[in-house]
Each structure stands twice: as structure tokens, then as C-alpha cells.
């Protein structure tokens, strides 16, 4: 059971390059959020997913893009990479908005 | 949205002491939820709490949620070097939202 699956784990990227962060999970999990990581800050949520078709925004959303076409997918797509945005992304689902989340083992981006 | 407070944000303990993290709103809670992250890795979930005044055991971890549901503590005793890592609580309202965390040193 592979759980949550990220990728890719490391890039480097030059200001206004585009990218997609891709997660995806296989416990049929409808809730699947993003998350970046910098020191001191914890864990910000960028936006969210409660099922196939709906998305949300969290508290940083801004520069970040996503979608929900299937159950098991939930890409990020960051359009103009910014200095800003360097940081660890953490993909993570849950059975149901508020239940455990599972996370991936995170994707280490920096933008130069 | 909802926040969470997390104090302290670091704390170094000897091997054998025991360590304490708390959690705080100025807003009732739905729930709490506990996280780890070892260095370098991921976090993972720990433990949920839901019910006023609850007390939940895992081995050496402790976790209560104070009775007004404004509060959380975790207590670990007699810290093990296995026992570092980052510290986190979440609580689900509307976004789920992370406190800033606590990070463990044990030092042998």
C-alpha cells in the first residue's frame, strides 16, 4: 500500500518557470489538502479538496493552482515560480475533511 | 480561520527528563489533533482528541484537552533520543489549520 506519493522529491527551478508538484493517493481518500513547510512557520495550507471536482483555497493560495479531476490525484501548479515559493511541499489526504491526514514525504523546491 | 497557538517553540530537554508541549485558542475547538515530524521527514499523525476534558494514553505520551476545548497539552516522559522531532497540533474548522510546533532536542 503505497499511501501518499509524491513527486518529485527535489527541484530546482529559475524565477518565472512554471511547475506541477504531483501527488496522488490510493486509499480512496476524498479530502486531499497541500501544504508548505518553512522554519518557524509550521505547516501553512495552500488549498484544499474534499472530493473529485471541488477545490479551495487555504491561507496561502496565491501563485499556486489546483485541481481535482480524479480521486486519486491532486496536482499543484505553481504558473511563475518566485524566490517566495522556495520551500517544502507536503501533500496529505484524509478518509474525510478533519480525519487523520496522511502525508507524502514531501517535495523540496527551490527557486533561484 | 481558526488559530492555534503552540508553545514553546523549541525545547531541549537531557535524556530521562520529561517534556511538556502545549497548545492553545481564544475559540472553542472542534478537536485537537497531534502530529510528529523527525527531521527530515514527514508528519504523522499521533492522536485525536474530541471530548471536554479528554485524556488519551500512548506508552510514555500523555495528551489531554482541556475542559473550555481551548487547550491542548502533550507530555512525554522520561524522554528518549527516538523522542526528537517536531511537535505539531491541527485542529479542523473548516481548513484544518497546524500550530506552529515544537521542536525536541534530547540530548544522551
Known amino acids: 500500500n503505497a499511501g501518499v506519493t509524491q513527486t518529485p522529491k527535489f527541484q530546482v527551478l529559475k524565477t518565472g518557470q512554471s511547475m506541477t508538484l504531483q501527488c496522488a493517493q490510493d486509499?480512496?481518500?476524498?479530502?486531499m489538502s497541500w501544504y508548505r513547510q518553512d522554519p518557524g512557520m509550521g505547516l501553512r495550507l495552500i488549498h484544499y479538496?474534499?472530493?473529485?471536482?471541488?477545490?479551495d483555497q487555504g491561507e496561502v493560495p496565491n501563485g499556486y493552482n489546483v485541481s481535482r479531476s480524479t480521486t486519486e490525484d491532486f496536482p499543484l501548479r505553481l504558473l511563475s515560480a518566485a524566490p517566495s515559493q522556495t520551500s517544502v511541499y507536503f501533500c496529505?489526504?484524509?478518509?474525510?475533511?478533519?480525519?487523520?491526514?496522511?502525508f507524502g514525504e514531501g517535495s523540496r523546491l527551490t527557486v533561484l | 480561520g481558526q488559530q492555534v497557538m503552540q508553545i514553546p517553540q523549541y525545547q531541549h530537554v537531557q535524556e530521562g527528563e520529561d517534556f511538556t508541549t502545549y497548545c492553545n485558542s481564544s475559540t472553542t475547538l472542534s478537536n485537537i489533533q497531534w502530529y510528529k515530524q523527525r527531521p527530515g521527514g514527514h508528519p504523522v499523525f499521533l492522536i485525536q482528541?474530541?471530548?471536554?476534558?479528554e485524556v488519551k494514553k500512548q506508552k510514555r505520551l500523555t495528551f489531554q484537552f482541556g475542559e473550555a476545548k481551548k487547550n491542548s497539552s502533550l507530555h512525554i516522559t522520561a524522554t528518549q533520543t527516538t523522542d526528537v522531532g517536531t511537535y505539531f497540533c491541527?485542529?479542523?474548522?473548516?481548513?484544518?489549520?497546524f500550530g506552529q510546533g515544537t521542536i525536541l532536542t534530547v540530548h544522551p
Open positions: 486509499m480512496n481518500h476524498e479530502y
Open positions: 479538496s474534499v472530493g473529485a471536482g471541488i477545490t
Open positions: 496529505a489526504s484524509s478518509a474525510y475533511r478533519g480525519g487523520e491526514l496522511f
Open positions: 491541527s485542529t479542523s474548522y473548516g481548513k484544518l489549520t
Open positions: 482528541l474530541v471530548k471536554s476534558g
